[in-house]
């Protein structure tokens, strides 16, 4: 199994921007798909977004589309979560997640990698 470590959360104000970095562990990350998740105080976790093993599609929960970016770079074991025109209803601990599979999936049981998350507070 791959392992995750997220960093760049943060406190920032209405209307800033953030980026959340995954860090993954040896030589297998271009074989998973990866994605973000949040999960807002008391709430459960819900889907962000999603790339290809590729980095060639993306996927977005509506709630975040046109705002946030994910990207990968596989040959630094990495993936982003570019997060602009942050809104207080974003505050959420984020998680990267890992999986293998052949179709694109927005489902937390589709993922089998996570790491520990991070905390994004978005401030009114």
């Known amino acids: 199994q791959v392992q995750l470590v997220e960093s760049g959360g943060g406190l920032v104000q209405a209307g800033g921007s953030l980026r959340l970095s995954c860090a993954a562990s040896g030589r297998t990350f271009s074989t998973y798909a990866m994605a973000w998740f949040r999960q807002p105080p008391g709430e459960e976790r819900e889907f962000a977004a999603a790339?290809?093993?590729?980095?060639?599609?993306?996927y977005y929960a509506d709630s975040v589309k046109g705002r946030f970016t994910i990207s990968r770079d596989n040959a630094k074991n990495t993936v982003y979560l570019q997060m602009n025109s942050l809104k207080p209803e974003d505050t959420a601990a984020y998680y990267c997640a890992a999986g293998i599979f052949l179709h694109t999936c927005s489902a937390i049981g589709c993922y089998d990698n996570w790491g520990q998350g991070t905390q994004v507070t978005v401030s009114s």
């Open positions: 790339i290809t093993r590729s980095g060639l599609s993306t």
